[in-house]
């Protein structure tokens, strides 16, 4: 992730940030509501989430608490289980991704389900043209 000055971002800081956004999008929380509940702005938590500037301990601790979350959920440790945990909140942070995966479980266990996901794959898939 390139910062101002064209630097990549440290990569505890984009994993930070990318549990502060999936958090705040599981719990349904704009960044507008997370940026009042810890006293910046919405253009603030931006920052933090796509990891472009650096949470403080103090800010973190607001940031935890307006979640409802421990601090050590949003820090989590550098291990390869971390890796994967970081993999799936990429993969929640794309535009929509939360949506349909709360559309999905919403969805009886067996043929919809089954359909759901062939259909994504289906779409998913370079044309064969």
Same mark, same amino acid.
Do not use: H, I, N, T
């Given at each position: 992730m390139a910062g101002k000055n064209g630097t990549v971002g440290d990569p505890v800081d984009v994993a930070v940030g990318a549990r502060i956004r999936m958090l705040r999008k599981l719990r349904g929380i704009s960044q507008q509501a997370l940026a009042e509940a810890a006293g910046v702005t919405f253009q603030q938590i931006?920052? !933090?989430e796509r990891g472009a500037n650096r949470v403080s301990a103090s800010? /973190?601790?607001r940031i935890a608490k307006a979640l409802e979350v421990p601090v050590a959920e949003l820090f989590g440790e550098a291990t390869e289980a971390s890796g994967a945990v970081d993999a799936v909140a990429d993969l929640l942070a794309e535009p929509g991704a939360l949506d /349909? $995966?709360?559309? !999905?479980?919403? $969805? #009886?266990?067996? &043929?919809? &389900? !089954?359909? /759901?996901?062939?259909l994504v794959r289906t /779409?998913?898939? #370079?044309?064969a043209s």
């Open positions: 931006q920052k !933090y800010m /973190l601790a /349909l $995966l709360k559309a !999905y479980s919403r $969805l #009886p266990q067996g &043929r919809q &389900r !089954y359909g /759901l996901v062939d /779409l998913a898939e #370079p044309s």
